[in-house]
């Protein structure tokens, strides 16, 4: 095999669903890969099939996404792609959009939980990245948002909120950096079969719902895994695994109150 573009990675909850695609595309590219989630034992499978290293990591814990990158660099050499894929989504709770109660403990805001996952994790790991990737001249940074980021997921205020300021940081993070080296992507997949709408990994079911939302043109895992890979290594800001998103996104520039009006008629069609 010849040597791969991106000889380390890693992916963050890479133990399940997109993640532990992305996993298996990079490993087949010939990339040593680490495997870091919160859920330890998913992480361990998925590297002893890969070849890879397994890392239990709470990306809510600056310390510990810093700890890693630091441990990682000293093993196996440069992180030339660090994708932070881990999200957490719960569903509007019982007083809608403003529920607070049930992010990752019962007692949680499940806004907290959300701002720190899927936006938060994003900082740390840039915080972490960026002065190595500006002093060796260059790297990947790869964030996994949403089609909820330039939309709206109907039935999960924090999840929209923060998908929204996930795409945000990414454009902030390109902006500033995107010619020194480092290539920022911000990935905003559509419906994917995973667990996050409902399907169980493995069970190759494509029946899932989003926070009781039917979802339309859900994708398989391994097939957005490979264009994120592909559209990552190619450069590209904006990673749309889902064409139609981008018709989406035009319609709702082009008129935002028509936008709201037709988004409310189409929540009112899910209850
Ligand atoms: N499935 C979809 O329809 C869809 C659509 C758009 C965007 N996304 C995004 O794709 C990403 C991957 O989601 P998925 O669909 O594969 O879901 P998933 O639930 O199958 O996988 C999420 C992974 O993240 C891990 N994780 C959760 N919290 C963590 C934390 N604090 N620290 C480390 N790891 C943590 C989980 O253990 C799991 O392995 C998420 O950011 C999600 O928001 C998913």
């Known amino acids: 095999m010849n040597e791969p573009k991106i000889k380390v990675a890693v992916v963050t909850g890479g133990g399940h669903g997109i993640g532990r695609a992305l996993c298996r595309r990079l490993a087949k590219d010939g990339t040593m890969v680490v495997v870091a989630d919160i859920d330890e034992s998913a992480a361990s499978i998925v590297a002893n099939e890969l070849d890879g290293v397994a890392k239990a990591l709470d990306v809510s814990d600056e310390q510990a996404v810093a700890s ?14 660090f994708i932070s894929n881990a999200g957490v989504g719960y569903g509007d709770g019982s007083s809608g959009a403003i529920s607070a109660e ?14 720190k996952v899927n936006v938060m994790a994003h900082v740390y790991a840039a915080r972490a990245l960026v002065p190595r990737m500006l002093e060796r001249g260059g790297g990947h940074l790869v964030n996994v948002a949403s089609a909820a980021g330039l939309l709206s997921q109907i039935g999960d205020a924090a999840y ?44 190759d079911s494509m029946d899932g719902g989003f926070a009781g939302n039917d979802v339309d043109g859900v994708m398989r895992p391994e097939a957005v895994a490979d264009i994120i890979v592909d559209e990552a290594l190619a450069g590209r800001f904006l990673i749309l695994t889902h064409p139609q998103v981008a018709t989406y996104v035009q319609r709702k520039a082009s008129d935002h109150d028509r936008w709201i009006g037709g988004m409310q008629r189409f929540r009112k069609k899910l209850l």
């Open 102 to 115: 049930g992010g990752m403990h019962p007692i949680d805001d499940r806004w907290d939980a959300c701002w």
């Open 68 to 81: 890693l990158v630091e441990d990682i660099e000293i093993a196996h050499g440069p992180i030339d792609m």
């Open 160 to 203: 929209t909120a923060t998908k929204h300021a996930a795409v945000a940081f990414a454009e902030s993070l390109a902006i500033e950096y995107g010619d020194t080296g480092i290539v920022v992507s911000v990935v905003c997949p559509q419906a994917v079969a995973t667990r996050m709408v409902g399907i169980e990994d493995d069970s």
